[in-house]
């Protein structure tokens, strides 16, 4: 039992490229989060689904797009990254019930846009 | 909108003191509340969390907070650090989304 992984775990990139991050989870959670942590603004909510095949956006949701076309499974994607996007990508997932409410993270990716 | 505020950006303490971290929030109604921990170079893990009952809740290390709904707090407290808590500690409450405070930098010198 994984929990929530996430790659790849570090990645720099110019100005206008483009890429995807990958999060999995194993543990069979309907919602799955994605989070920018960026210092002294703690964690942002950027996309997030609530279930195989459905997206929304969160506090944060501009250059980015998102899918999650298995349910274990929760893509962003940077169609052209910018500086401004440098930053730690978290994703995270949970149950569905209100008793499971907890979040579970990912180690991380750490992204430089040069 | 909802918010979350820490009011501790840093804190410095030297090995054996308490703590007590504070957070509130701006929600009148119910709400699930949790205390986040990330160690240098780590990702985020569950400290403690409350939905209901007892407002003095456990967690693990050694953690406790304590819920008081009627100031909209949910302050972290441990009675004596050691230096391995040095770490960054998130405050986060749930309205229906997750909304994190701004966290604060704990260091606990030996």
């Known amino acids: 039992n994984a929990g929530v992984t996430q790659t790849p775990k570090f990645r720099v990139l110019k100005t206008g490229q483009s890429m995807t991050l990958l999060c999995a989870q194993d543990?069979?959670?309907?919602?799955m989060y994605w989070y920018r942590q960026d210092p002294g603004m703690g964690l942002r909510l950027i996309h997030y689904?609530?279930?195989?095949?459905?997206?929304a956006k969160g506090e944060v949701p501009d250059g980015y797009n998102v899918s999650r076309l298995k349910k274990q499974n929760f893509l962003l994607g940077l169609e052209s990254a910018a500086p401004s996007q440098t930053s730690v990508y978290f994703c995270?997932?949970?149950?569905?019930?209100?008793?499971?409410?907890?979040?579970?993270f990912g180690p991380g990716t750490r992204l430089t846009v040069l | 909108a909802q918010s979350v505020s820490q009011h501790n950006h840093h804190v410095i303490l030297s090995e054996a003191a308490s703590l007590e971290l504070g957070c509130n929030y701006s929600y009148g109604g119910t709400v699930n509340l949790f205390w986040y921990v990330q160690y240098p170079g780590q990702h985020l893990q569950l400290l403690l969390k409350y939905f209901s009952g007892d407002p003095l809740v456990k967690g693990i290390k050694g953690f406790e907070a304590e819920f008081i709904k009627s100031k909209f707090s949910f302050n972290l407290r441990k009675p004596s650090v050691q230096w391995s808590d040095t770490a960054e500690y998130f405050c986060a409450v749930s309205f229906q989304k997750l909304v994190f405070g701004t966290g604060t930098r704990l260091l606990v010198s030996p």
């Open positions: 995270a997932s949970r149950g569905s019930g209100a008793r499971t409410d907890t979040q579970y």
């Open positions: 543990m069979n959670h309907e919602y």
């Open positions: 689904s609530v279930g195989e095949g459905t997206t």
